[in-house]
């Protein structure tokens, strides 16, 4: 591993995102050994004119403890704070950014440096109207310094541009101040666990490959759902809906790694090349497989027009036109303000040919890739009853983590993904092409529902979401299993 300072520059310091994730993502690093206050320091910058322990205070209070480190925690947010300081300043002038390279440099210079010193992380926890100028800002001021060695990298997160066109232009103003390798786009569900295990489970496992194709499989679910509404996101979340918030990023990412082909190795251009080459075969949607929702009282919320056409929820079919997978269908769904909380991936296996056990009604065989909550793998088999009848029954194989894996802590996604950042690796990590043939495929229909030629469909909170999303799956393939529910583990 490198060496040196590192310097951590969270520019939205006083925000939600920065509040809520990435400060205490480094806090667990840090507790976890894997930044260390002799050779890290952290900055915060934001425009509202506070005190370091302004600051500190304002964080203090999301810095949750460590599984393990409950008896020390106190000293250790103690500790951690005082590796944060805070400069003010705009987004757009040169004075506060001349000021956070003095702070950067200064500490920098008062470490004894050695080569490879001058490496500097900035976390841009901002909207994406002030990456450029920002960015601009940071190439213009902020760079690491060339005699000391080192680098600079730029972590940025969604919504990357409201469609095909504004997404380019805003990587073109990216792309002319930064190299790709030193772009990171962040998509938290690549940092989940069992995202991360996806490629995993199909290649390094025979079982599953002979099995993952259109001749065996009947049609893939990807599935989101939430049991609360927006939140006091409404501002937000009005002008980008369900599928730019949950479908066009989170689910899509989920969907390259179950349908790509095998990477030529585990290096991150190769695997990002398969990413784009599964995206690029997507073909357009049709309005015909879209259902759109959006739930009762949605538009109570002060900052959500009451014409809203925004849909909080919608399920669609994703056709990818290769050889492995042409005619099965990718039900994508997700939906807020329903009645449960899950994301999970569904793969719905074709029925047995010639069936001698007439179970036909009974189920087909279904593996399911649990991501949250109750992080779970399991398999759903037809087997013989236990008992003297010869009957058959629904049961399954079950790989459930909390059981598995007693002790282990699952880190958070965003702790995995700051520190591949530090560690200068992008596997995880959304590269430019990919996200244009992410708007690619979606730009057409989401112009379609801002122009309000598609509705959605009103549903209750708390409810499933509108019955014809359920018909929408049906239509395309997709059996359910009536009778059979499976139930995690206890411990
Ligand atoms: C965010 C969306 O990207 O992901 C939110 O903006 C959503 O609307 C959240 O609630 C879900 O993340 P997770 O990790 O809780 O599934």
Known sequence: ?????LSIIV????????????FPALFHLYRQGFIQSHDVHIFGYARTMISDN??????????????????????????????IKYVSGAYDTEEGFRLLDK??????????????SSRRLFYLALPPSVYPPVCKMIKSYCMNKSDLGGWTRIVVEKPFGKDLASAEELSTQIGELFDEPQIYRIDHYLGKELVQNLMVLRFANRLFLPLWNRDNISNIQIVFREDFGTDGRGGYFDQYGIIRDIIQNHLLQVLCLVAMEKPVSLKPEHVRDEKV???QSVLPIEDSEVVLGQYEGYTDDPTVPDNSNT???????????????????????AGKALNSRKAEIRVQFKDVPGDIYKCKNQGRNEFVIRLQPSEAMYMKLTVKQPGLEMKTVQSELDLSYGQRYQGTIIPEAYERLILDTIRGDQQHFV???ELKAAWEIFTPLLHRID?????????????????????????????????????????
């Open 451 to 491: 122009r309000g030629e598609m509705k959605p469909l009103p549903y209750k909170p708390g409810s499933r979401g509108p019955e014809a999303a359920d018909k929408l799956a049906e239509q395309a393939g997709y059996v359910q299993t009536h009778g059979y529910i499976w139930i995690p583990p206890t411990l």
């Open 431 to 433: 590269r430019r092409d």
């Open 11 to 22: 520019l939205g310091a006083s925000g939600d995102l920065a509040k809520k994730k990435t």
């Open 54 to 83: 302004d600051l500190r205070d304002r964080i203090r209070g999301y810095l949750t403890p460590c599984k393990g480190f409950e008896q020390t925690h106190e000293k250790d947010v103690n500790e951690f704070l005082q590796l």
């Open 311 to 333: 849909p909080t929820f919608a399920t669609m079919v994703l056709r990818i036109h290769n050889e492995r997978w042409e005619g099965v269908p990718f039900i994508m769904k």
């Open 1 to 5: 591993p490198e060496t040196g300072c």
């Open 277 to 279: 080459k599964v995206l």
């Open 103 to 116: 702070a950067i440099s200064e500490y920098e210079l008062s470490k004894n440096s050695t080569e490879g």
